[in-house]
T-cell receptor, first 113, second 111 residues
Framework: DVKVTQSSRYLVKRTGEKVFLECVQD?????MFWYRQDPGLGLRLIYFSYDVKMKEKGDIPEGYSVSREKKERFSLILESASTNQTSMYLC????????????FGDGTRLSIL | GQNIDQPTEMTATEGAIVQINCTYQ??????LFWYQQHAGEAPTFLSYNVLDGLEEKGRFSSFLSRSKGYSYLLLKELQMKDSASYLC????????????FGTGTKLQVIP
């Protein structure tokens, strides 16, 4: 069964902390995505990566960075967490030719206090 | 950019048919997608339309009219497990063909 795994289901951090969200996929997909989902705003793309060490900004990259050192792993980094980054974060992946996310992880609900 | 509109909530009866509409305005269009998301779970891919017309997949069908910037998802023989949010998403042209999501329609199926 295909799998996108996010390291934490729930996470609580403090303002100003550096936060790492990890995502691993076992489908040998080239494309990986990070979204955040907020009530009334839907899914918004933060960053995506179409290959190892490659990344592209999405719609809301401010305050975030990403790392893709290996094909199967895509990390989202909150450089200095702020309360407005409290959200549900979803990782997804797809094959090279599919620019839409095909498989999602279960999400990480991040609270910044 | 992309602008996608869909109703916030809908209610329908078990066994009935429901149509969830999605309208979009886009600077470039290269496909429309529907996803299902149960509460507290990840979205799952349902359907893909790039040409005008109806795509049928079991109890679910999706329709696209590119000239009208309009799509709908049709769910037949509704079951209680169909209670979920349904997300419409549009893929743009050029570059990395970014996909933009609507805010989703929360469907409640009642007995």
């Amino acid at each position: 069964d295909v799998k996108v795994t996010q390291s934490s289901r729930y996470l609580v951090k403090r303002t100003g902390e550096k936060v790492f969200l990890e995502c691993v996929q076992d489908m040998d997909h080239e494309n990986m995505f990070w979204y955040r989902q907020d009530p009334g705003l839907g899914l918004r793309l933060i960053y995506f990566s179409y290959d190892v060490k490659m990344k592209e900004k999405g719609d809301i990259p401010e305050g975030y960075s990403v790392s893709r050192e290996k094909k199967e792993r895509f990390s989202l980094i909150l450089e200095s967490a702020s309360t407005n980054q409290t959200s549900m974060y979803l990782c997804a992946s797809s094959y090279r030719g599919d620019f839409q996310p095909q498989h999602f992880g279960d999400g990480t609900r991040l609270s910044i206090l | 950019g992309q602008n996608i509109d869909q109703p916030t909530e809908m209610t329908a009866t078990e066994g009935a048919i429901v149509q969830i509409n999605c309208t979009y305005q886009t600077s470039g269009f290269n496909g429309l997608f529907w996803y299902q998301q149960h509460a507290g779970e990840a979205p799952t891919f349902l359907s893909y339309n790039v040409l005008d017309g109806l795509e049928e997949k079991g109890r679910f069908s999706s329709f696209l009219s590119r000239s009208k910037g309009y799509s709908y998802l049709l769910l037949k023989e509704l079951q209680m497990k169909d209670s979920a949010s349904y997300l419409c998403a549009v893929r743009g042209r050029g570059g990395y063909q970014k996909v933009t999501f609507g805010t989703g329609t929360k469907l409640q199926v009642i007995p």
